[in-house]
């Protein structure tokens, strides 16, 4: 089955510096990519997702970017902001039917 | 607005009870899901379910078992529960469009087993 990878596991980053995680996956036929911000107590909610036919997404101060020759994908944020401190989890998915999170990543923004 | 809503927030139950955990969603998703999530561990998926009565088994489906009787509701069921499965539990439904979409999660189910 599919093993995704996610590094580092804690991120601390001061305010207004940029914040990158990243993933690997193993099965190459994993065609859609989201990737899932919790808050403390709160439940896993979608802040931006790629598919395979794409390079590279941006929604505002989040970018994703994928590798498909690599197997690789990456969460950018820029200017990081305290309201994004948060566990953030990618996943890898076929089509949606069955979906391999990552063990996510713990980032602190710090004021 | 999806909404996806998990029976209890927090369950205490005993070593070796049966357990029902349950998950209602109100937007006709076709695909539901049910995850554990342990820290440092993720979310690894237990069970999902793609249609009314069809199920499947994912990562770690030891020790559970599923329903799906009705396309809103999706069950998970812990035959005899044991102190590993203390855990906290999500489910999760999204739309079978092409090529994969958003998954929706409840508010999670904290158990604890005695």
């Known amino acids: 089955g599919e093993n995704v990878e996610q590094h580092p596991s804690t991120l601390s980053v001061q305010e207004g510096d940029s914040a990158v995680i990243k993933c690997t996956y193993s099965?190459?036929?994993?065609?859609?990519f989201p990737w899932y911000k919790q808050e403390l107590g709160k439940r896993p909610q979608l802040i931006i997702d790629?598919?395979?036919?794409?390079g590279e997404k941006k929604d505002q101060r989040i970018a994703v970017t994928l590798n498909k020759t690599a197997k690789h994908f990456s969460l950018h944020i820029t200017e990081t902001q305290p309201e994004d401190s948060a566990v953030y989890f990618c996943?890898?998915?076929?089509?949606?039917?069955?979906?391999?999170f990552g063990t996510g990543t713990s980032l602190t923004v710090i004021p | 607005d999806v909404k996806v809503t998990q029976s209890s927030r927090y369950l205490v139950k005993r070593t070796g009870e049966k357990v029902f955990l349950e998950c209602v969603q109100d937007?006709?998703?076709?695909?539901m899901f049910w995850y554990r999530q342990d820290p440092g561990l993720g979310l690894r998926l237990i069970y999902f379910?793609?249609?009314?009565?069809?199920?499947e088994k994912g990562d770690i489906p030891e020790g559970y078992s599923v329903s799906r009787e009705k396309k809103e509701r999706f069950s998970l069921i812990l035959e005899s529960a044991s102190t590993n499965q203390t855990s906290m539990y999500l489910c999760?439904?999204?739309?079978?469009?092409?090529?994969?979409?958003?998954?929706?999660f409840g508010p999670g189910t904290r158990l604890t087993v005695l």
């Open positions: 999760a439904s999204s739309s079978r469009l092409a090529g994969g979409t958003e998954q929706f």
């Open positions: 099965d190459s036929a994993s065609n859609y």
């Open positions: 790629i598919r395979s036919n794409v």
């Open positions: 996943a890898a998915s076929i089509s949606g039917n069955q979906f391999y």
């Open positions: 937007m006709d998703h076709e695909n």
């Open positions: 379910s793609y249609d009314v009565k069809m199920k």
